[in-house]
Each structure stands twice: as C-alpha cells, then as structure tokens.
C-alpha cells in the first residue's frame, strides 16, 4: 500500500517550452501532497505544499507564476513548470501524506528528471 | 524550529559490519523522526518512523533506529551490510500533524565487498 507515481520519469525539453509533471497517490487519498527539487548529491528542498481545492502554499524564494501547482483531486497533484530554462533542471520529487493512523506520514514517488536543453 | 543534522556526508563499511547512520534532531515540541533511502535516480522509501510509542523503532531490510531524547538523536543501525545497502540515506523530523518535515543533508552509504 502507500505507492505514489510520478509521470514522466524523464523529460527533456527547449528552453522556453511548459513542462508538466502529475503526482498520482495509486492506493490512498492524500489530502495534502508536497513538491520538492533536489540538486545532485543534495538533501531535498520543499517547493510547495498542495492541498486538494486550494491554492499551494509557495516556500520563500520559490516563484509561483513559474511552478504552477494544481491539486484537482484527492489522488492527483500536477506541477508544471512554465517557460523553463537550464537552471530549472533538476530532480522533481512529489509525495503524499498519509493523514490515517497515528503519524502523518509522507510517501515519495520515483521522481521525475528534468532536462532543459 | 526543527532541524536534523546528519553527521558524516558517507560512510562505508564491508559487507558484513555493522552500519550506524547518525541522525540528531532539534525540536521545541516531542518530535515525529523518520529515516528514508533513496537509490539512485529514484525516489525516497520509508524505512522506518518513530511515532511516541517505542523507543526502539523496527524498520524494513533489516535496519532499526533507537529514540534517545536525553542525547536528541536517532541512529539508523543494522547489524550486516549487504551490498544492496548501498545508497543515500535521509533523517526527518517532524511535529505531530504537522505537514512539514525538515531533512537533513543525507549519508551516502557505499558498501566494500
């Protein structure tokens, strides 16, 4: 149980383009989903927090307009990064709380690996 | 404010020795503390959590971790390294219900056969 799935695992886009990427909880309803970057060989950093019909909630210093977050269902949160560029690839990972049981917990998908050319 | 400081960026043992990841925690309130690996290009599995019941916390593959609030730490031990441990391993905190939670930097964990 708990399998988040992050589609696509790879994308390799223009600089300039949208890219999107979806964040989908298989088994569970997650009310509130994360997104997160992470450089090479570094810890994970917290874009935003997605709550399901509302706006994300942006960490300082990240740029809404640019990572659009949408939190349409219970099961699905999409981030899309408008008008990339190289400095925006990275290491994308979203997961999904868990709000049952006694400790909320925070399960990861795979990840998605942007490249802007 | 809540942090975690994971001492030593890598670690390597021999297939066999024990492995001790060590993870100190700072927090104004009784903390949530998970352990999480990562394999390479892939995403973070839960290994284990502590919640406010036992101390000692059972995990998957073989690896426990032990809450220590007199010495603020959560260790992540096993006592044999399979070379399949080979990977980067995160120490997290959080608050109860809290929707935060603050990794540390990560311990590269390579294994010598």
């Known amino acids: 149980g708990a399998v988040v799935s992050q589609h696509p695992s790879w994308v390799i886009c223009k600089s300039g383009t949208s890219v999107k990427i979806e964040c989908r909880s298989l088994?569970?309803?997650?009310?509130?989903m994360f997104w997160y970057r992470q450089f090479p060989k570094q810890s994970l950093m917290l874009m935003a927090t997605?709550?399901?019909?509302?706006?994300?909630?942006?960490e300082q210093g990240v740029e809404k307009d640019k990572f659009l977050i949408n939190h349409a269902s219970l099961t699905l949160s999409t981030l899309t990064v408008t008008s990339a560029h190289p400095e925006d690839s990275s290491f994308y990972i979203c997961?999904?709380?868990?709000?049952?049981?006694?400790?909320?917990?925070?399960?990861f998908g795979p990840g998605t690996r942007l490249t802007v050319l | 404010a809540q942090s975690v400081t994971q001492l030593g960026s890598h670690v390597s043992v021999s297939e066999g020795a024990l492995v001790l990841l060590r993870c100190n925690y700072s927090?104004?309130?009784?903390?949530?503390l998970f352990w999480y690996v990562q394999y390479p290009n892939q995403g973070l599995q839960l290994l284990l959590k502590?919640?406010?019941?036992?101390?000692l916390v059972k995990g998957i593959n073989g690896f426990e971790a032990e809450f220590k609030k007199s010495e603020t730490s959560f260790h992540l031990t096993k006592p044999s390294a399979h070379m399949s441990d080979a990977a980067e391993y995160f120490c997290?905190?959080?608050?109860?219900?809290?929707?935060?939670?603050?990794f540390g930097t990560g311990t590269r964990l390579t294994v010598i056969p």
């Open positions: 997961s999904a709380r868990d709000a049952t049981g006694l400790a909320s917990t925070q399960y």
């Open positions: 088994d569970f309803q997650a009310t509130t």
């Open positions: 997605s709550n399901e019909g509302s706006k994300a909630t942006y």
């Open positions: 927090s104004s309130v009784p903390p949530y």
């Open positions: 502590y919640t406010s019941a036992a101390t």
């Open positions: 997290a905190v959080s608050e109860a219900g809290a929707n935060n939670l603050f």
